[in-house]
């Protein structure tokens, strides 16, 4: 098996002189070292990372900062491993699934507080924000086990046994598109050997953009106009495959990387030959071991069928795709955050421009697309763009594969048509919720998305219809809360998420999101003229809770910090919810 090619920088001093990113430049001179920073901090986890830090830094030949910045950062490196490391995920489909209560129930079982070691350092228990168990909650993963279920904390104490369903999935599409592959409609690779044979990469280009086809990952960008982006600048260029799927309530990704890894694969290569790329990567969250090792598989399986490597499919090209795998980081899903990530680099977000498609992996234009946006390719190639185009509306084409959280009564993945009403999918393929609750709150397309109420359901699921109603589509997760829980735990929820996730990198965000976790808990008063002395410390006005999401939406640097505010005044009206509307 061929040994796939390292993504170093380039050595024509391209980099140097196209950043004033010190950090970058630095990357440019060290290339390889730092790139392997993030696997030698894997092999290193322990109780003592600082130690650890400092070695692998002098082992590298790199200064201590070179390893100290993703060692700090990264969740995956910043709790301290035992023997026995359990993650257990406390994000909104599994909160929604317990009210929280699992998290408890955990430590109790295992004997350790989540962050910490037990005393013999044999068990290390740690909160993440989602697994891609959202249909099936509370989960965790103990090691690269999976266990999920309303008896989690038995099955982790070993006296239940271990469930972790596979992802339900169907299609309520007129054809179904990325689940055709999952569903035994169409088989991978069928496209790309006659593409790389016979066609010209603008063949490809053309189809995708009469297919008016836009990213799922959660901007939307239409990928036609991001490829052409990438044209403009000479290569040798770069695609990554996102499958950093953080946004809790969405699996989808998982479902397309561990079910049908090949079609993830050959709409790579087909967005490669597009954008005359001969290299790829596919970037897995840690928090997915058995997708990462899926693509592995695959990887090694396309390279040995002739698909890629060195003489693609007998044309004499070049074709080499890499798996990639994060170290626990919601905001390494966007995109120059990845790119960071790849490079060996704390993971936040790069300003812009320049843009990936100029300047991007190692200072090569890069196109990013997420993992489902890329396995529409094969069925836009092999159907035609106008197909695909006929699917949807007139303004938002194709399909989207939706995800309904466990307390559904037909929770799973569903590939619909953009403009499906959201009662279709809550009530008709949902099934409504279980154990006959009252429906409260839809959380759709994760924590930067919003909320809708039970009177919002005749809303189709596009993102002009969902924006009107200060949502968005995002990864088309949708998480259901019932009236087991009040809005100000939803509320305090999300704004944990947003605190712990926070990159840091801009103060209205870092800032921010720990001001406003700290004023959800706050009791409310009234602002008076003066503020009188004698008011209560831990009351806040509605001015000062306006004041947190005013400043966060407008000088965010990235969507994350623009969007929370977004999502907290949508939750806030659904439920009524004083001092945070305005």
Not at 189 to 201: N, R, Y
Not at 332 to 350: K, M, P, Y
Not at 483 to 504: H, I, K, M, Y
Request: with cysteine; glycine share 14%.
């Amino acid at each position: 098996m061929q040994e796939p090619r390292h993504l170093g920088p380039p050595t024509d001093g391209t980099l140097d002189r196209n950043t004033d990113d010190p950090f970058r430049r630095y990357a440019a001179r060290f290339g390889r070292d730092i790139d392997g920073v993030p696997d030698s901090l894997r092999q290193s986890q322990s109780a003592h990372m600082d130690a650890a830090s400092t070695g692998i830094a002098r082992e590298l030949g790199l200064p201590a900062a070179a390893v100290e910045g993703p060692a700090s950062f990264f969740a995956d490196f910043t709790v301290s491993h035992g023997a026995r490391h359990v993650r257990v995920c406390t994000a909104a489909a599994c909160f929604a699934a317990t009210g929280g209560t699992h998290l408890a129930g955990v430590e109790a079982a295992l004997g350790v507080q989540a962050g910490s070691r037990s005393g013999d350092g044999s068990v290390s228990l740690q909160e993440v924000h989602c697994l891609g168990y959202c249909y099936s909650g509370p989960a965790a993963l103990d090691g690269g086990d999976a266990h999920a279920g309303p008896d989690l904390a038995d099955q982790l104490r070993g006296t239940a046994p271990r469930t972790a369903p596979s992802i339900p999935a169907a299609s309520s599409s007129r054809v179904p598109v990325v689940t055709a592959g999952i569903l035994g409609e169409s088989r991978p690779w069928s496209v790309w050997p006659g593409v790389a044979a016979s066609a010209v990469p603008g063949d490809v280009l053309a189809q995708v953009e009469a297919a008016q086809l836009r990213g799922r990952g959660g901007a939307g960008f239409r990928t036609a106009a991001k490829w052409r982006a990438a044209l403009e600048h000479p290569g040798p260029r770069v695609v990554v495959a996102n499958g950093d799927e953080g946004d809790p309530g969405s699996y989808a990704d998982r479902l397309l990387m561990e079910q049908d890894p090949h079609r993830v694969l050959e709409g790579l290569a087909l967005a490669c030959f597009a954008v005359g790329a001969d290299s790829g990567v596919v970037f897995v969250r840690s928090e997915y071991p058995r997708a990462a090792a899926r693509l592995r598989e695959a990887v090694a399986e396309a390279r040995s069928a002739g698909y890629l490597g060195p003489d693609a499919v007998g044309t004499g090209t070049g074709l080499d795709i890499q798996v990639a795998v994060g170290a626990g980081s919601y905001v390494s899903g966007e995109e120059t955050a990845l790119l960071n990530g790849l490079e060996g680099l704390r993971g936040v977000v790069r300003p812009r421009p320049p843009f990936p498609t100029a300047h991007g992996l190692h200072g090569r234009p890069t196109v990013v697309n997420n993992v489902e946006t890329l396995c529409a390719v094969p069925w836009i190639v092999d159907r035609g763009g106008a197909a695909y185009a006929e699917l949807g509306t007139a303004d938002e084409s194709g399909t989207v594969l939706t995800c309904l959280s466990e307390r559904f009564l037909r929770p799973g993945a569903y590939e619909v048509e953009i403009g499906t009403p959201v009662r279709r999918i809550v009530e008709d393929l949902g099934g409504g919720l279980r154990d006959g609750r009252t429906l409260r709150a839809l959380q759709i397309g994760g924590p930067l998305g919003g909320f809708l109420g039970p009177g919002d359901l005749d809303i189709p699921l596009s993102e002009a219809a969902l924006s009107r109603h200060g949502a968005a589509l995002g990864h088309a997760g949708i998480v259901a809360f019932d009236d087991r829980l009040t809005g100000g735990q939803v509320l305090q929820n999300l704004w944990d998420f947003a605190a712990e996730e926070s990159c840091g990198q801009c103060s209205p965000c870092r800032v921010g999101t720990w001001r406003g976790r700290a004023l959800a808990g706050a009791p409310e008063e009234p602002a008076l003229p003066g503020d009188p002395e004698g008011r209560p410390d831990e009351a806040v006005s509605k001015r000062e809770r306006s004041e947190v999401l005013h400043t966060m939406a407008a000088g965010g640097l990235c969507a994350f910090g623009r969007r929370v505010p977004a999502a907290v005044r949508s939750l806030a009206r659904v439920y009524g919810l004083a001092g945070w509307q305005a």
